[in-house]
């Protein structure tokens, strides 16, 4: 859904997982996402006082309805810069990646 060369990339629950979770709506897809952008949020591993120079930053994307002229899906932006080093990017991932895990291990 991003471009390769793009700081900001753009997460969407694949279909399977949609399909085992039961997550047909958008509302419940928000909801899930939202619980993993406050899980990783929660981390300690993550300085969110510095997320605009050295951490992650992580939201939910928000949209009005109204004024979208197609429905997309709910995703997550994850923005990184030129200043991570390969290990704060390998750190984030895993953040986020336990994060995810985390949370759909309470949905079962």
Do not use: W
């Amino acid at each position: 859904m991003s471009d390769y060369n793009s700081p900001i990339m753009h997460y969407v629950l694949n279909e399977a997982t949609v399909s085992n979770f039961g997550l047909e709506a958008n509302a419940e897809k928000e909801r899930v996402l939202q619980e993993i952008v406050d899980e990783v949020r929660s981390d300690p591993r993550i300085d969110l006082h510095q997320a605009n120079d050295h951490g992650v930053l992580i939201v939910r994307s928000h949209r009005i309805a109204a004024q979208e002229a197609f429905v997309a899906q709910p995703d997550l932006r994850i923005c990184v810069s030129s200043g991570h080093s390969k290990k704060e990017l390998e750190k984030a991932a895993l953040v986020i990646r336990n994060a995810v895990v985390r949370v759909f291990s309470r949905k079962r």
